[in-house]
């Protein structure tokens, strides 16, 4: 996957014999090679370094018909673990070593890392390598990612594994890929079905990664109060929300959420339309 190139990089920029302003005038014409892969379970000599050399061979025509830019160089990365021979093969280039610091690093920032997870309809039935298998689902086409820490399928009429430990168990995930992360906080994104008090106290309990949840459900809690009705309060306060976890827990530690209200004044209407308010 071909991406745009870093903003900022010194061997690079050295290497080609640039300024500041010779960086921010043609940064277009530098091209990032995002991501290769190709799994260990192929045994094929040189195909590593000739899909390499097929792919970025035709990248100038390309970019060019489809963007009018033609780029020139195209950099990628290699930890110091691997020795990328796959790539000096092709006739790449090593210019040096970076900063390891990002971008956010050099403002004095801390970088954030979001982390989705949501249920999707799935039609593989267009896919070649997929034939008769038939529509899993009712979209009608699907657009996939690379980084998918965990992909999980649900039979309408098993129940034996419940919703609430896919969303625990995605919620692990993400915590523990981004644990050796420096300076960067991640967080995780999760639909309304994630609206539940055992993923909340698993957060409490177990650290990890930071949880955005939309409320689905107004509900009674265990103080003997309304969920959303505590959470505007909290709002007019500008404080957080302690909210006890069960009834049958009196003496548990609360659970402390940070209530964000979101209010969309142009709601689309019509089938498939949600509500304007969220919290």
């Given at each position: ?64 018909a ?61 896919h070649?390598?997929?034939?008769g298998?038939?529509?899993i ?57 994630s ?5 909340f ?79």
């Open positions: 996957m071909v991406a745009a190139s870093a903003l900022v990089l010194k061997p690079r920029d050295r290497w080609i014999g640039r300024d500041a302003a010779g960086r921010e005038a043609h940064l277009d014409r530098v091209v990032g090679l995002a991501r290769f892969l190709i799994r260990p379970s192929l045994a094929c000599r040189t195909l590593a370094s000739t899909v390499l050399g097929l792919c970025l061979g035709r990248l100038a025509d390309d970019d060019a489809r963007y009018g830019v033609a780029p020139l160089p195209v950099e990628t990365f290699v930890g110091p673990a691997h020795g990328g021979i796959s790539l000096r093969v092709t006739n790449r280039v090593h210019v040096g070593m970076t900063a390891g610091r990002g971008c956010c690093a050099a403002c004095g920032r801390s970088r954030r890392c979001w982390r989705f997870q949501d249920g999707s309809d799935l039609n593989v039935a267009t070649r390598a997929c034939r298998l038939g529509v689902a009712k979209t009608k086409g699907f657009a996939g990612t690379l980084g998918l820490p965990r992909i999980a399928f649900e039979a309408p009429d098993c129940q034996a594994d419940k919703k609430t430990q896919r969303w625990l168990r995605g919620w692990r995930d993400i915590s523990r890929l981004t644990a050796g992360l420096a300076n960067t906080r991640a967080i995780a994104v999760m639909d309304r079905e609206d539940v008090i055992n993923l106290c698993a957060w409490c309990d177990e650290g990890g990664a930071d949880l955005l949840v939309r409320a689905m459900h107004d509900r009674g809690l265990a103080e003997e109060t309304i969920l959303f009705e505590r959470m505007r309060a909290a709002l007019a306060d500008g404080r957080p929300a302690d909210l006890k976890r069960w009834r049958s827990e009196p003496e548990a530690d609360p659970v402390t959420l940070t209530p964000v209200h979101l209010r969309e004044d142009t709601a689309p209407s019509g089938e498939g339309a949600r509500g304007s308010n969220g919290c």
